[in-house]
């Protein structure tokens, strides 16, 4: 079983369109991290919370800890918003989700 | 700009052929990792490193090995032990460890055949 799960696997979206992904998780944490995957593989951090809400841009990420949920917010999602969103939790180790597969179409 | 430099970007290699991919950091990090990413699964962690000259195995070190001499470097040796090399191979490093985000280099598609 893993100690993270993603929803959904894939996503496909109008430019334009409210996304969300989840994130559910099972163990207790130190931190929950966002991460983006760009087609060229490389990976970049969008937001570490342990609490409440963070705001960058366009993006929102909340987190609940009494339920063990997060969730990865995008208004007016764009194509270039396309890409990969990974959720990791982080207690004595990082444990990764595999992804949700975001696509955005002009 | 400080950063994790991977490279290759790409590499082939012969079955039963030793291969080394390079990761530097100039971000001053203690921290340094080595994860693998196959489609489908979570990324996975191969080794780690908190300190210099120190490192320690992580979930699916068997067939790796690692070496950190510097604070700045911490390549992977992907040895003709390892069953199923091919993959793509993530670096990455943080200030302290699990407690700060992680910095990723832009990864190695190592390919054997």
């Known amino acids: 079983k893993n100690e993270v799960e993603q929803s959904p696997q894939n996503l496909t979206a109008q430019e334009g369109e409210f996304i969300t992904i989840n994130c559910s998780y099972s163990v207790g944490i130190s931190a929950l991290h966002w991460l983006q995957q760009h087609p060229g593989g490389g990976i970049v951090s969008l937001f570490m919370?342990?609490?409440g809400k963070k705001k960058h841009g366009r993006l929102i990420a909340t987190i609940n800890i009494q339920e063990k949920h997060s969730s990865l917010h995008i208004t007016a999602s764009h194509p270039r918003d396309s890409a990969v969103y990974i959720c990791?939790?982080?207690?004595?180790?990082?444990?990764f989700g595999t992804g949700t597969s975001l696509t955005v179409i002009p | 700009d400080g950063g994790i430099t991977q490279s290759p970007k790409y590499l082939f290699r012969k079955e039963g052929q030793n291969v080394t991919l390079s990761c530097e950091q100039n971000?001053?990090?203690?921290?340094m990792y080595w994860y693998r990413q196959d489609p489908g699964q979570g990324l996975r962690l191969i080794y780690y490193?908190?300190?210099?000259?120190?490192?320690q195995k992580g979930d699916i070190a068997e067939g790796y090995s690692v070496s950190r001499e510097k604070k700045e470097s911490f390549p992977l040796t992907v040895t003709s032990a390892q069953k199923n090399p091919t993959a793509f191979y993530l670096c990455?490093?943080?200030?302290?460890?699990?407690?700060?985000?992680?910095?990723f280099g832009n990864g190695t598609r190592l390919t054997v055949t």
């Open positions: 971000l001053n990090h203690d921290a």
């Open positions: 990455a490093s943080s200030i302290t460890g699990a407690s700060s985000p992680l910095h």
């Open positions: 919370l342990s609490s």
């Open positions: 490193s908190q300190i210099v000259n120190d490192f």
């Open positions: 990791a939790i982080t207690g004595n180790q990082f444990y």
